[in-house]
């Protein structure tokens, strides 16, 4: 059975713009955590504080350097 390109050429259309619509929804929900995120940043002596008053049945990770903190890459292996 041939493919049958007019009937497939407006599905193509259709997914190309279901993935647009996708995209700017994606990235308005990443640039929205990012802002929270760094609202956060501010007020790390009471998420630190929040931490240790929490009582949790797993391990949480601390906040030795901040949230915003950069730091450098490895060395490429040879």
Do not use: I
Request: zero cysteines.
């Amino acid at each position: 059975m041939p493919l049958d390109l007019a009937r497939v050429a407006p599905q193509v259309g259709e997914m190309v713009v279901n993935f647009s619509a996708g995209r700017d929804e994606r990235e308005k929900r990443l640039s929205g955590a990012f802002g929270l995120f760094l609202a956060q940043a501010g007020r790390l002596e009471e998420l630190k504080a929040k931490l240790e008053r929490s009582r949790t049945t797993y391990l949480v990770a601390g906040l030795p350097g901040g949230l915003t903190g950069r730091y450098p890459l490895p060395a490429l292996p040879d």
